[in-house]
């Protein structure tokens, strides 16, 4: 059973995960601090809550449950838990994997707001072609075709698109609304399609290479904290990558670990094209003396480091182009309507 369409935000799944930490640790048999937290809970968290419970009081386990909510609880989560509750540890894997969501949820909100920028200036920009469009070029419209003034090709385009617009306005309304709603689709069903094409793009390709690796490392690092075997760990962690490149360098560097070579050897096959020099050196001092989950974790620290310096530097050289782009933008559109109204000027007075 299968119900993927109840999603949690990171918040939402740290609160979750928080309390249930917070009950074990408190010496509080895992069904009744289910109940007790039933009582406070509401939307997708007292369904998750709810799901738990009736596996609970049927002899099922947590990760049964987290397993039936796969929109919230990834495959390294579930199997994570899985794992402790078989060994006994639950309540320390609860409190590493609150960590690590807290971990992700910083890294992620650090990603986007670095990337609001871009999308605040074209908002400005799409809202002043607006008023441009709708209320500005009607009335320059009006004025030029009562007068007989030579209409530059610009803004005879320009005159051409505010009367399309205003023709079709609900077309264009609608046409608009569904590309939202599509891209809003995109965003929370197909994510991973989304930023596939998205780091596709040359100028922020090797960011989302440098996101995908920290999101990978950090995985790996705890699974193997928690005692699952590399092989599974890295399987697992596969899954948090969207770049193919990276994903078929992990997937060969597993087939050579069942060959019986070293992790690190599988990794070296494209260095410096696809995995970075010194995050190959760390795992490889990790596997010889024997703290590659260590390894992993300073591999994090490192990466993360890195697209904090890399965000830095794109958001640096993003704020004087677009403003120079809109303002070219912008110019040029107020030059088109100014131009004619100076070569009016002139067929007045010269009469």
């Known amino acids: 059973m299968s119900i993927g369409s109840v999603r949690l935000s990171s918040g939402e799944k740290i609160e979750f995960i928080s309390n249930m930490h917070t009950m074990l640790k408190a010496g509080i048999p895992i069904l009744n601090g289910v109940e007790s937290l039933l009582e406070d809970s509401k939307g997708n968290v007292k369904k998750i809550l709810v799901a738990l419970r009736q596996d609970l009081i049927a002899g099922r386990r947590m990760c049964t449950t987290l397993a039936k909510f796969p929109e919230s609880f990834d495959k390294v989560t579930v199997n994570l838990v899985k794992a402790a509750e078989e060994a006994g540890t639950l309540e320390q894997t609860l409190q590493d994997i609150k960590k690590n ?11 986007k707001s670095a990337l609001t920028y871009p999308l605040f200036v074209f908002l400005i920009f799409a809202a002043v072609m607006g008023v441009m469009l709708f209320v500005v070029m009607p009335k320059i419209t009006q004025v030029f075709s009562r007068l007989k ?13 505010s009367d399309f617009v205003i023709k079709n306005t609900l077309y264009v309304g609608i046409g608009s609304l569904l590309f939202v709603v599509f891209m ?12 596939g094409v998205i780091a596709k793009v040359p100028i922020i390709a090797p960011l989302f290479k440098k996101v995908d690796i920290v999101r990978f490392s950090r995985s790996m690092g705890l699974l193997l904290s928690s005692g699952i075997p590399i092989v599974n760990a890295l399987e697992l962690s596969i899954d948090v990558v969207n770049r193919r490149d990276l994903k078929n360098l992990l997937i ?13 050897q599988g990794l070296k096959g494209q260095r410096g094209s696809v995995m970075p020099v010194l995050v190959i050196k760390l795992i490889e001092l990790g596997e010889a003396s024997g703290t590659l ?3 992993m974790a300073d591999v994090t620290e490192y990466m993360d480091y890195e697209v904090s310096k890399n965000l830095k530097t794109l958001t640096t050289l993003l704020e004087p182009v677009m403003l120079v ?24 007075g010269s009469r």
Do not use: C, H, W
């Open 101 to 111: 969501t807290q971990a992700e949820m910083e890294f992620s909100d650090k990603v």
């Open 149 to 161: 003034v030579d209409i530059p090709l610009p803004t005879r385009f320009l005159m051409f698109l």
């Open 184 to 195: 809003y689709f995109l965003y929370n069903r197909k994510r991973r399609f989304l930023l």
């Open 252 to 264: 060969k560097s597993k087939d050579m670990i069942y060959a019986g070579q070293e992790f690190s």
């Open 293 to 295: 989950e260590k390894a």
């Open 325 to 348: 782009f809109v303002g070219l933008l912008v110019g040029g559109v107020m030059l088109s309507i100014i131009s004619p109204m100076y070569s009016m000027i002139g067929q007045v």
